[in-house]
């Protein structure tokens, strides 16, 4: 008799999986299937959907702190204890029930976009390094390309306030990278010396730094140039050139830890009718409420809108028309595809590092939210045509045959040596001995 209900349900996702049915490896489907180990005889796709829509990606998802999970009503300790048992295994990540200051000592592996911040050792009171007004070290080297280490370090932990009610003015930025570049072999950097240096305000200073770090451009609590950072300083450091724009767009809408930004492109742009500027304020006060006070749900998210939608329709991100307005104030994306194809390959790289697998579904990278096909609004035909391109110049692997339709990385290639590439106007290099990743 064939199988029926949850029960029948639930062997074909079983099947689907050891059968390697590609549908079966979207992070929705692999997390549905890893809850019915913990829950019996329920339908754990809402579960799953709903973790997904709360923490962006199942990385993230197993990510996540046992106490932000337990939020999520449906799910209980036996869920919690096998996704951090998930966790470990693949990582061997120590798990969360170690003290909070063993916690934060732990160091894990960088991303080259990051969301996992670079994570330091944590400082003591007393320690040299939390002096504010250290002279910068200037004798740290730089960070070499990584096949295995995204540029974009992936975290669960949102910040709401990026901008605190100040705008992305570029030429204030470029004097604060112009400072860091001047810099740039320094461990860290305090607040005041940049202060002194380019006469901007304190708070100018942390706000812009502030942006600086939602694109991936400077490291945070420490103030000095991530690798991409130090790129786009030496070659376009008014941030006006179309790769660079690209580069910091992927960047700020594609990091969950962005929280307002990455909303707005994942979420609030993929509905199908547009929305105003006061309906997006809306629906992100329905989603956020209880997370947050009053005043920060009332002027900082209007502050925070307002930094976005001014940076893509009046700012340098306007070169993009990402964004565009119609008719009665709703906002729309305007689907991308003049991409510069160095910059598409290294945000390829870079996610997939993320992920840390060298193969990607094309339906999981149009779907996911924070993917490149994702925070460019790619449909899944345009996003093919996309990579077809890359794969034509020998940067990837397209893989088409037997009903497959996926993107495979090719060992040597870094996200950090695509961007070098572009800046440096010269095709990039395969690094024969480089390791790559199983």
């Not at 949102?158 to 901008?163: G, N």
């Not at 090719?410 to 790559?436: C, I, M, W, Y």
Request: a neutral charge; aromatic letters at 8%.
């Amino acid at each position: 008799m064939a199988d029926t209900g949850e029960l029948g349900h639930r062997n074909r996702l079983r099947q689907r999986f050891l059968a390697g049915e590609a549908e079966a490896f979207n992070d929705e489907t692999l997390l549905e299937l890893l809850l019915t180990f913990a829950i019996d005889r329920k339908d754990v796709k809402p579960l799953a959907q709903q973790l997904i829509q709360n923490f962006g990606d199942l990385t993230n998802v197993l990510s996540a702190r046992p106490d932000e999970i337990l939020k999520i009503k449906g799910l209980g300790q036996s869920s919690v204890t096998l996704l951090q048992l998930v966790k470990y295994i693949r990582s061997g990540t120590i798990p969360f029930n170690t003290s909070q200051r063993e916690q934060e000592a732990t160091v894990t592996q960088p991303k080259l976009f990051g969301e996992k911040e670079l994570v330091t050792q944590e400082s003591k009171p007393g320690d040299e390094n939390n002096k504010p007004n250290e002279t910068p070290d200037i004798t740290a080297g730089q960070e070499s390309p990584n096949l295995k280490k995204p540029l974009v370090i992936k975290t669960n932990r949102r910040k709401f306030q990026i901008s605190n009610g100040y705008l992305l003015e570029f030429d204030q930025f470029a004097r604060i990278l112009h400072f860091l570049l001047e810099n740039k072999g320094a461990k860290k950097i305090g607040r005041k010396i940049i202060q002194e240096d380019t006469g901007l305000s304190d708070r100018q200073i942390e706000n812009l730094v502030s942006m600086a770090t939602a694109m991936g451009l400077i490291k945070p609590n420490i103030q000095i140039l991530s690798p991409t950072g130090l790129l786009i300083a030496e070659h376009d450091i008014f941030i006006e050139k179309q790769g660079s724009l690209e580069w910091c767009h992927y960047v700020g809408a594609g990091s969950y830890r962005n929280l307002v930004w990455f909303e707005i492109f994942n979420n609030l742009l993929t509905e199908p009718a547009p929305m105003t500027q006061s309906e997006w304020l809306e629906r992100l006060r329905n989603k956020l409420s209880g997370e947050f006070t009053a005043k920060t749900l009332g002027t900082g998210l209007r502050e925070e809108v307002r930094f976005v939608l001014d940076a893509y329709l009046e700012r340098n991100f306007n070169k993009l028309g990402i964004l565009q307005h119609s008719q009665g104030e709703r906002i729309y994306r305007r689907r991308y595809t003049n991409f510069v194809p160095l910059v598409l390959a290294a945000m390829i790289y870079d996610y997939c590092a993320s992920k840390e697998d060298h193969l990607s579904q094309v339906s999981e990278l149009v779907a996911t939210p924070g993917s490149p096909a994702m925070v460019f609004g790619l449909d899944a035909p345009s996003f093919r045509q996309q990579i077809e391109g890359l794969h034509e110049r020998g940067w990837i692997r397209y893989e088409t045959t037997h009903s497959l339709d996926q993107i495979r990385l090719k060992p040597g290639f870094s996200a950090l040596e695509f961007l070098t590439a572009h800046f440096e106007d010269r095709e990039p290099r395969q690094v024969s001995n480089q390791v790559s990743r199983e």
